[in-house]
């Protein structure tokens, strides 16, 4: 729900990924799903990695967000905009420590259609997510974020 106190975002993310990866894990059932193609040995070093430096990422946006006491939920209130720590490289930084977490489950299952899913996830995220962040963003903190915007890419 949005409103003058509330953030833009009706669906929390995580939900987003997650019922991705539930599709591509689901579709391994119904689809001969090839694999990855590399043993079990190689794909947990990957997966642990992958996993690993998605929740470093998202600690790290998570701290950025209590140090400058704004909420990292979308779907509540912003009340400062933060542009350090890990924001200085991206603007999005939790979106990408989620797609990394993401990547990280599929080599886990070894399923080449979840991770294939991956994409259109972001898609979804892009349109329906950080697209409305945007535009609440900018609407809030005017000038600042569009600063901001100018200097620091959406992703990567």
């Given at each position: 729900?949005?409103?003058?106190?509330?953030?833009?975002?009706?669906?929390?993310?995580?939900?987003i990924y997650v019922g991705f990866l539930l599709a591509g894990?689901?579709?391994?059932?119904?689809?001969?799903?090839?694999?990855?193609?590399?043993?079990?040995?190689?794909?947990?070093?990957?997966?642990?990695?992958?996993?690993?430096?998605?929740?470093l990422l998202d600690g790290a946006a998570m701290e950025s967000?209590?140090?400058?006491?704004?909420?990292?939920?979308?779907?509540?209130?912003?009340?400062?905009?933060?542009?350090?720590?890990?924001?200085?490289?991206?603007?999005?930084?939790?979106?990408?420590?989620?797609?990394?977490?993401?990547?990280?489950?599929?080599?886990?299952?070894?399923?080449?259609?979840?991770?294939?899913?991956?994409?259109?996830?972001?898609?979804?995220?892009?349109?329906?997510?950080?697209?409305?962040?945007?535009?609440?963003?900018?609407?809030?903190?005017?000038?600042?974020?569009?600063?901001?915007?100018?200097?620091?890419?959406?992703?990567?």
């Open positions: 729900m949005t409103g003058p106190n509330t953030g833009p975002v009706r669906l929390p993310p995580p939900l894990w689901g579709l391994t059932f119904v689809v001969a799903d090839p694999g990855l193609g590399a043993g079990w040995d190689v794909r947990r070093y990957i997966a642990f990695a992958l996993i690993v430096g998605g929740l967000f209590r140090r400058k006491g704004t909420p990292a939920e979308p779907w509540k209130e912003s009340v400062a905009l933060e542009t350090g720590g890990v924001f200085r490289f991206s603007r999005n930084p939790i979106y990408v420590g989620f797609a990394l977490i993401y990547a990280g489950a599929a080599v886990w299952m070894d399923s080449l259609i979840a991770l294939a899913l991956l994409l259109p996830c972001m898609v979804v995220v892009d349109r329906f997510v950080v697209l409305r962040e945007e535009a609440y963003l900018f609407a809030k903190f005017g000038a600042d974020w569009d600063a901001y915007r100018s200097k620091v890419r959406r992703w990567l």
